[in-house]
């Protein structure tokens, strides 16, 4: 259900919760930046990563990221990114083998505009059918430089 989080200087394994991952498992998500009381610093202004390690229950030939964040009470609300496409510039290579760790690199702009808050972000990885691989609640903090 969750990963501890423990710090290696710019890098930390980030805590997750899992939110209805069906056509796979993700087992582990480490973040290029830093931890603090369990979430992720998010860095105004920055460009950041995460390292996604997950297992497909089938050969997918597609896959998409869709994510979201959730400020205190509010509805989770649409995050774009620049590239949704997972088999693209991110490390995976598609199609996916079955029941195979991999790992999926996504990047992040972290927009000097964005509120300084605490967020929950809602990362779904899917396949064609629109059905999450993994689907992951991370906490984060967006912070000023």
Not at 5 to 30: R, V
Not at 86 to 97: H, N, T, W
Not at 101 to 126: G, R
């Amino acid at each position: 259900m969750c990963i501890v989080t423990l710090c290696h200087g710019s890098q930390c394994k980030l805590m997750f919760k899992d939110c209805g991952s069906k056509a796979g498992s993700l087992s582990g998500a480490l973040y290029n930046g830093t931890c603090a009381q369990g979430k992720a610093i998010l860095v105004q202004g920055t460009v950041v990563s995460i390292a996604f390690n997950f297992q497909t229950k089938n050969s997918e030939a597609t896959l998409k990221s869709v994510v979201h964040g959730k400020i205190g009470e509010l509805p989770f609300v649409p995050f774009p990114l620049g590239n949704p496409d997972a088999c693209k510039d991110s490390g995976l290579s598609c199609p996916v083998a079955p029941n195979t760790s991999v790992n999926y690199q996504p990047v992040l702009n972290i927009l000097s505009s964005y509120p300084k808050v605490n967020v929950i972000v809602k990362w779904e990885l899917q396949n064609k059918d629109g059905t999450d691989v993994f689907c992951a609640l991370i906490p984060a903090s967006i912070t000023a430089p």
